[in-house]
């Protein structure tokens, strides 16, 4: 079974610009997560999608970061325009949703997307 | 005060030693707890979820201790390939999405 998958894997960009990250879940998982380490800091939570429908965006830093994921499958994750701050580790998770409540399934992590802002 | 708090290491032990990692949370309310495990630069994944009755699988042993609101895991025997930064993370509520709030996570390096 295919795992979770992100792409890029790197993405070097100036201040300013945009970049577009892309998640694919493990298919048939209805919970996606998106998750942010800066060099340094602990993993933080982003937003948290169940099918196309953001439950929880409590995470996300501010409207320069929009994440979509329509029609429930793969996710995009936008900074526009990105900081110096926005510098970091951005993975993705998906589980199952097998009692309906999504707290207690495994996560499944992607390998990442490292982000560097010049 | 962080949510979940590691201490974060590293840990340097040689191969054979038991070795036991702390973490501590702040929201009483908390449901879920899982200890991750990531080796550099590599995306974290799953070791055990802890169970209020403690769990075991083969040489790591986790436990919970609700009352003062911490989790450990606990490794027998390590080897070598045990090194790697181990992660604890909690959700915070059920039944309202599964967020995962971790610690910084504790280095582990077994030496030969």
């Known amino acids: 079974e295919a795992g979770v998958t992100q792409f890029p894997s790197h993405s070097v960009i100036e201040k300013g610009q945009t970049v577009t990250l892309r998640c694919d879940p493990i298919s048939g998982h209805d919970n996606l997560y998106w998750y942010r380490r800066v060099m340094g800091k602990e993993i933080k939570f982003l937003l948290h999608?169940?099918?196309?429908?953001?439950?929880?965006e409590s995470g996300m830093p501010n409207n320069r970061f929009l994440a979509e994921r329509t029609g429930g499958t793969y996710s995009t994750l936008k900074v526009q325009p990105a900081e110096l701050e926005d510098s970091g580790v951005y993975f993705c998770?998906?589980?199952?949703?097998?009692?309906?409540?999504?707290?207690?399934?495994?996560?499944?992590f992607g390998p990442g997307t490292r982000l560097t802002v010049l | 005060r962080k949510e979940v708090e590691q201490d974060p290491g590293p840990f340097n032990v040689p191969e054979g030693a038991t070795v036991a990692f702390n973490c501590t949370y702040s929201n009483s309310a908390s449901q879920s707890f899982f200890w991750y495990r990531q080796d550099c630069r590599k995306e974290p994944k799953l070791l055990m979820s802890?169970?209020?009755s403690g769990n075991e699988d083969g040489r790591f042993t986790a436990q919970l201790n609700r009352a003062s609101q911490y989790i450990s895991l606990l490794i027998r025997d390590s080897k070598l390939s045990d090194s790697a930064t181990y992660l604890c993370a909690v959700n915070p509520w059920s039944n309202q999405g599964g967020k995962l709030i971790f610690g910084q996570g504790t280095e582990l390096s077994v030496k030969p």
């Open positions: 999608f169940v099918k196309e429908s953001k439950q929880d």
């Open positions: 802890v169970y209020s």
């Open positions: 998770a998906s589980s199952q949703d097998l009692r309906g409540q999504g707290s207690t399934d495994t996560q499944y």
